[in-house]
């Protein structure tokens, strides 16, 4: 079986973070390790705001330690890395154990809150994770941030933005235009340093996507892991999204989660032997 690992931020609502991530790696029957960087907390009393607390980095490497005294992983992600000696140490890691089909989901906008959560990740982002990435997947606003060009408008200011990230390092790029671009399609540009593709999907209309960023670069890391060509694992990704974003599940008066299980009806998996009513 293929080992997939996600270092990653965890969404104590089960949403995005480590547990979008690692739900996501069984769907796609890879094996899902983790290494937790931050965890965040939101408070119902204020709005909903989002906390980080950030993990030191000293108990992030001993999970690095145990992730990797095995035989290797096949692919791995990164997402919330909560501050900049996470990321270098993240960075160190990558290297050492020479991995190579490695998604940098560049967590610095979350898209459920107008909060950039985490900008003092742009410099280590910038100088040790994009230079190792075999896909970066910003979203738009990421994007803009991480090409310095601000507000990114059109699909035209999209490729633009994936042409810089790619000189930063990052092999392939995909920028994330999703709801934000205001388009009545849902739209992602991937650059594979010589061409574009402009990826076209049905635009939901739902409050239901809570996740989804992180599901997206899961759902490619996983299919790295398993030999798909990376604009296959995109393409694959994007179907995988957008069945969970269709069928999303209400959580409070505040959130509303993708569901990660959707594109193969995992609530029905045990069907034979689980009494459905319940
Ligand atoms: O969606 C970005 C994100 C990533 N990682 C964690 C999060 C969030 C958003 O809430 O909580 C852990």
Request: net charge negative; proline share 2%; glycine share 12%.
């Amino acid at each position: 079986m293929k080992k997939v690992l996600t270092i990653a931020g965890s969404d104590s609502t089960g949403g995005a973070g480590i547990q979008a991530d690692l739900k996501t790696f069984e769907e796609y029957g890879v094996f899902g390790f983790s290494s937790l960087t931050s965890i965040v907390t939101m408070d119902p009393s204020a709005g909903w705001s989002h906390e980080v607390t950030e993990l030191p980095e000293e108990l992030l490497e001993k999970q690095l330690v145990s992730v990797f005294a095995g035989e290797g992983i096949d692919a791995l992600k990164t997402g919330m890395m909560g501050n900049e000696k996470n990321i270098h140490l993240a960075s160190k890691y990558i290297q050492k154990y020479a991995v190579e089909k490695v998604v940098v989901d560049p967590v610095i906008a979350c898209k459920g809150t107008a909060q950039i959560l985490q900008p003092k990740s742009v410099v280590g982002i910038k100088e040790y994770l994009l230079p190792q990435a075999y896909i970066a997947t910003p979203n738009l606003v990421e994007a803009g941030i991480l090409s310095e060009m601000g507000d990114l408008l059109t699909i035209d200011d999209m490729k633009k933005a994936a042409v810089k990230i790619h000189q930063l390092g990052a092999r392939h790029v995909v920028v994330k235009g999703g709801h934000r671009l205001g388009m009545n399609r849902a739209v992602d540009v991937f650059y594979d340093g010589a061409t574009y593709d402009v990826l076209e999907s049905e635009l939901i209309q739902t409050d239901f996507n809570h996740g989804a960023g992180c599901t997206f670069a899961a759902a490619i890391t996983a299919g790295l892991a398993k030999g798909y060509t990376v604009k296959e694992a995109v393409v694959l990704a994007k179907a995988f999204v957008g069945a969970g974003i269709k069928q999303g599940v209400h959580i409070n008066q505040f959130v509303g989660h993708i569901w990660h299980g959707a594109y193969n009806q995992a609530e029905n998996r045990m069907g034979g032997m689980i009494d459905e009513e319940k």
